[in-house]
């Protein structure tokens, strides 16, 4: 465990806490995100510093055209709270055998690099729910994963959900929050689009995935995680120029 004396907390507390500046200077000159979610784990100060400060300017220059579009409603900061969109940024969450996509598991990982793109993300929205914005990732592929095939996870979020046309066709449709499961980056609960009856066509055709192989859920601050089985390459490049 990580311990260390009064003068070498308030050293490190001067180092980081100087200024906001300061702090998402260290994360541009490669701050590494694992050794901030190491530190946070052992250190409780560091938790706390990494929470008021260091997550949020994480995601300011890790994708600094998306948080702008993010915010730009007036609001200073984010559904669910920086540390958990910094997870949802570099983090693949995978699935536990029983857990939301039942019979499979698949360890969560870090990611190097993932795009997020709020066209794909009108893919995912039913064509009445397509002024809201939603920011989707690339498929992170897990292949030869047995009897399930190729397997890709997607995340995501909604800018201003609780405000979405989507929210409200879920109240308004009856969809009921999962009972059990809750979401991987910020733990509030979960609705199934499936189950809502709310996952278009294009969104198959977006990841290149069958058709009736795809599920994703978003969690009450606008949180997307879902799972796909892809299409072989040749199969999904024919469909790529079909979109």
Request: glycine fraction near 6%; include cysteine; charge should be positive.
């Amino acid at each position: 465990m990580l311990c260390m004396c009064a003068s070498e907390q308030k050293l490190w507390s001067s180092l980081l806490l100087c200024n906001a500046y300061a702090a998402q200077k260290v994360v541009l000159l490669n701050w590494n995100p694992k050794l901030i979610a190491t530190l946070s784990c052992v250190c409780k100060w560091f938790d706390d510093l990494a929470k008021r400060v260091l997550w949020k300017a994480f995601c300011r220059a890790r994708a600094p055209k998306m948080m702008l579009d993010l915010q730009s409603s007036g609001s200073h900061s984010v559904d669910g709270n920086w540390r958990a969109l910094g997870k949802l940024l570099i983090y693949c969450s995978g699935c536990t055998k029983g857990g939301l996509f039942n019979n499979i598991h698949i360890p969560g990982h870090f990611v190097y690099k993932t795009r997020f793109s709020r066209t794909s993300g009108k893919s995912f929205l039913l064509p009445q729910c397509r002024t809201d914005i939603l920011y989707v990732s690339d498929p992170c592929e897990h292949l030869d994963q047995g009897d399930e095939g190729d397997v890709g996870f997607f995340r995501g979020i909604f800018k201003s959900f609780s405000m979405s046309k989507v929210r409200k066709m879920l109240i308004k449709r009856g969809a009921q929050l999962h009972p059990t499961e809750v979401c991987p980056y910020c733990k509030a609960k979960l609705w199934s689009m499936q189950q809502a009856e709310m996952i278009p066509q294009s969104a198959s055709c977006r990841l290149g995935a069958y058709e009736d192989c795809i599920e994703y859920y978003v969690c009450l601050n606008g949180h997307v995680h879902g799972i796909c089985t892809l299409l072989p390459l040749s199969d999904s490049e024919e469909v790529s120029e079909l979109e």
